[in-house]
């Protein structure tokens, strides 16, 4: 079998660079391109290079058609309108896309959706394979715990991260809200100031915070009457993200058209 060939948006970013070296350094697949917007200073640079590593011979391009038509799959950790486009472009050249992108509205969930009507696409607010450990764990916790066990999501991250709460706390609350049942956005709370008032029971609660170059730790806590259970895991590496999004990039190959998640790949 030949190795897969995967491409990389925003290549020149943080994700992007580690994507390169964990492709790089994998069995069964290959680096086939990098992309970066028109304009990008980091355009024609080698993605090797790029990425703390020797000369791949690859320069980053500003055209993600040409680059999605010569590659089997897409990994992409960028911006919302940024994934909306390679959606569909994905899915015209009919290609994995493996999508770790944040901060996605309705409208652009809706063109993702469209797109995996004609290709695998595989998404998820976190790649890791402990996060998603954790989700499986948050659904069957809620699931055995009535409405008298308040549920509370706190996340930390760099202070560069730019959407809240975080991606992976709302894949945390939406596992929480499928265990008990209910509609994570009717009973959400991301913001609490000034006089509140008591605690509305069923709600799952938001609690986000931003400092320093925290990767990614996420706290979801089930408390109740005299007593509480908290479930941790924290991000010590990007690696461990590019990994499971390469592990579900070479997963994807031969599924068809839909719309998976981690918990898809992972078989969890």
Request: net charge neutral.
């Amino acid at each position: 079998m030949s190795e897969i060939r995967i491409a990389v948006t925003g290549a020149a970013g943080r994700m992007g660079r580690e994507l390169v070296r964990v492709i790089s350094a994998t069995s069964g697949c290959v680096l086939s391109g990098g992309t970066e917007p028109a304009g990008s200073p980091h355009v024609g640079a080698d993605l090797g290079t790029l990425a703390g590593l020797p000369a791949l011979g690859l320069s980053v391009t500003s055209d993600p058609l040409e680059l999605l038509a010569r590659s089997d799959a897409v990994i992409d950790f960028t911006i919302p309108a940024a994934t909306v486009e390679i959606a569909g472009l994905a899915a015209n050249a009919r290609i994995v896309h493996v999508i770790g992108t944040t901060g996605l509205n309705d409208s652009d969930e809706a063109a993702i959706k469209a797109a995996a009507r004609h290709a695998t696409v595989i998404k998820a607010g976190n790649m890791s394979l402990g996060v998603n450990l954790l989700t499986a764990i948050t659904r069957r916790i809620a699931q055995a715990l009535d409405a008298d066990f308040d549920i509370e999501i706190v996340e930390m991250h760099h202070r560069q991260k730019v959407d809240a709460p975080s991606g992976t706390a709302l894949m945390l609350g939406q596992a929480a809200a499928e265990g008990r049942g209910i509609d994570l956005k009717a009973n959400s709370v991301k913001s609490r100031e000034g006089h509140t008032g008591p605690r509305r029971r069923g709600d799952i609660g938001f609690a986000t915070l931003r400092g320093g170059t925290v990767v990614g730790d996420h706290t979801v806590i089930f408390a109740g009457e005299g007593e509480r259970i908290e479930i941790t895991h924290r991000a010590g590496d990007r690696s461990i993200f590019a990994r499971g999004a390469v592990k579900a990039a070479l997963w994807g190959q031969g599924k068809g058209p839909g719309l998976f998640n981690m918990s898809d790949v992972l078989g969890l």
